[in-house]
């Protein structure tokens, strides 16, 4: 069975621009979530999709947004992109939304943003 | 303010030898607290739960500890390889409402054979 899939691998792009990443969630995993991980840090919570509402949502500014689609999977968009914001994004699916206490998080490798 | 505290200096051991990683924790009334194993340049892997109301889980060579007085887990790999080597990552989801996983730093453990 395929895993959480994640595209772009990598990216590069300038300050002031925007960027889409995508998610692909496991097949039956109706829940998707967005991480960013700085490098020596802890993914840090951005957004969580359940049914294609949204469940929760993290200390980012507006400049972040993102969605969920019929079938599941996601995009995360970042407008006006700072130095600050180059990091790895991770997305995770899992079963159940936020208030699925038995659901693990699975995580996709991620996309790989630096921002010069 | 919410805090979760992980050893940011990495931990060497030897390989056969029992490895244990601490996460501490403070304001926080968790509902379950997870480990997740992280290579480099790949996403963490899920690991174990532990509940506020158990003390312990094993799977394998594997065993997670859950001191709610202390505010503490434990995680111990027996019996430790070298390819044990990557960073861990404890994770609390805090009980009352929001159940979304907050991450801290991780600590990178190194096993030499």
């Known amino acids: 069975d395929a895993g959480v899939t994640q595209s772009p691998t990598h990216l590069i792009k300038t300050r002031g621009q925007q960027v889409t990443l995508r998610c692909s969630p496991i097949?039956?995993?109706?829940?998707v979530s967005w991480y960013q991980q700085v490098l020596g840090q802890g993914p840090q919570f951005i957004f969580q999709?359940?049914?294609?509402?949204?469940?929760g949502r993290g200390n980012f500014p507006d400049r972040f947004s993102a969605r969920q689609f019929p079938n599941y999977s996601s995009e995360l968009n970042v407008n006006a992109l700072l130095l600050g914001d180059s990091a790895l994004y991770l997305c995770?699916?899992?079963?159940?939304?936020?208030?699925?206490?038995?659901?693990?998080?699975?995580f996709g490798n991620g996309t790989r943003l630096t921002v010069t | 303010s919410q805090k979760i505290e992980q050893n940011s200096e990495a931990l060497n051991i030897q390989e056969g030898k029992t490895a244990t990683l601490t996460c501490n924790y403070t304001?926080?009334?968790?509902?379950?607290l997870q480990w997740y194993r992280q290579d480099p340049g790949r996403g963490p892997v899920f690991l174990l739960l532990?509940?506020?109301?158990?003390k312990e889980k094993r799977k394998e060579r594997l065993k997670v500890t859950f001191d709610t007085t202390l505010k503490q887990s434990l995680f111990h790999i027996t019996a430790s390889q070298p390819a044990d080597s990557a960073t861990y990552l404890c994770?609390?989801?805090?009980?009352?409402?929001?159940?979304?996983?907050?991450f801290g730093r991780g600590t990178s453990l190194i096993v030499h054979p």
């Open positions: 999709y359940y049914e294609k509402e949204e469940r």
């Open positions: 995770a699916s899992s079963l159940e939304g936020v208030r699925g206490r038995n659901s693990p998080l699975h």
């Open positions: 304001n926080y009334s968790p509902a379950y």
């Open positions: 097949s039956g995993h109706k829940s």
């Open positions: 994770a609390l989801a805090q009980s009352g409402g929001s159940y979304i996983p907050t």
């Open positions: 532990i509940r506020e109301n158990e």
